[in-house]
């Protein structure tokens, strides 16, 4: 059940880690294609989130037996970013309910009913960011998730990844990785606490491709 919830602040992390495309120019891409990408490669303009290479891993304690780990994808959104004011990037994300991920069949199918994410009435989580605070190659990102119609506050702390053009699409790409925690009962998604933690950890990989 707070699979629901991590989905959404996966979601949120996702979204803050993007804002934060960095000046630094010694951080170093890993990956095929992307080792000699660097940070003084971002170009400004606008992103959209690459919905096949972004994903965010909740985490949340089970009973006090075990760590239960579930993943979101299919996220949709836009960046905006200017290396030079990096303080006022932008970032909206669309986080589907259908894009969650876990362990069986039967839990997914209880995390769209009323006890959870109540899917069929509210479909879609999504982040917008609200401020930027950069760190040298690190970023504080603040910024409101809605989940279940409700909208509160969540602060990510992300990390600039990667930048350069895809040896595969051509096109400019940024990446970040970012992480957070939010609380499943402020959404609503209180069902089964304390049994199943209320804190959610959240671990974001995000790519933006330019427009």
């Known amino acids: 059940m707070s699979k629901l919830n991590l989905t959404l602040a996966c979601a949120l992390?996702?979204?803050?880690?993007?804002?934060?495309a960095q000046t630094n120019g010694n951080a170093r891409v890993e990956g095929v294609g992307a080792r000699s990408a660097t940070a003084g490669l971002v170009k400004a303009g606008r992103y959209k989130v690459d919905p096949g290479h972004?994903?965010?891993?909740?985490?949340?304690?089970?009973?006090?037996?075990?760590?239960?780990?579930g993943m979101v994808g299919d996220?949709?959104?836009?960046?905006?970013?200017n290396p030079a004011r990096l303080t006022l990037s932008k970032l909206a994300i669309d986080i589907p309910i259908?894009?969650?991920?876990?362990?069986?069949?039967?839990?997914?199918?209880?995390?769209?009913?009323a006890d959870l994410f109540d899917a069929s009435k509210f479909p879609t989580a999504r982040f917008v960011s609200r401020s930027v605070t950069v760190r040298g190659q690190r970023a504080t990102i603040a910024g409101n998730l809605t989940l279940r119609g409700i909208t509160k506050p969540v602060v990510l702390e992300a990390q600039f990844y990667g930048a350069g053009p895809n040896p595969m699409s051509k096109a400019q790409t940024v990446g970040f990785s970012a992480k957070g925690r939010l609380k499943r009962s402020d959404f609503g998604l209180g069902y089964a606490v304390p049994a199943v933690s209320d804190d959610v950890d959240l671990e974001i990989t995000a790519a933006f491709e330019r427009i």
């Open 54 to 69: 972004t994903q965010v891993i909740w985490s949340v304690d089970h009973m006090g037996f075990s760590r239960l780990y």
């Open 75 to 81: 996220m949709s959104g836009t960046l905006d970013l």
């Open 98 to 113: 259908s894009g969650l991920t876990v362990t069986s069949t039967g839990f997914a199918g209880h995390l769209k009913t």
């Open 13 to 20: 992390s996702l979204t803050a880690a993007a804002a934060f």
